[in-house]
């Protein structure tokens, strides 16, 4: 059993920063790929960025060089940085557990890209 907890979502204007967090607490195997999703009104639920235990990291092509993945395997939590957000941002993100093979989610966070 795992859980997954999100925070540091809100509103911002366009070109400013987020930080966002997600501890998981639970029964997490040390080797894991922690990561964020997002899903926007109308739209798939689509990878963001993703980090192994060792620091492989991956990131969708439209947010590569403005986002940022890391973690800290010690307090199982992972972080996303973002800078010079933009409108098409808007989406609920979700922190996301592969543990390895099961998957765990939290319950998601608002970010609201808008001036």
């Known amino acids: 059993q795992v859980q997954l907890v999100e925070s540091g979502g809100g509103l911002v204007q366009p070109g400013g920063s987020l930080r966002l967090s997600c501890a998981a607490s639970g029964s997490i195997s040390s080797i894991n790929i922690m990561g964020w999703y997002r899903q926007a009104p109308g739209k798939q639920r689509e990878l963001v960025a993703v980090i192994t235990s060792v620091g492989g990291q991956n990131y969708a092509d439209s947010v590569k060089g403005r986002f940022t993945i890391s973690r800290d395997n010690a307090k199982n939590t992972v972080f996303l940085q973002m800078n010079s957000l933009k409108p098409e941002d808007t989406a609920v993100y979700y922190c996301?557990?592969?543990?390895?093979?099961?998957?765990?989610w939290g319950q998601g966070t608002q970010v609201t890209v808008s001036s």
């Open positions: 996301n557990l592969r543990n390895p093979i099961v998957q765990y």
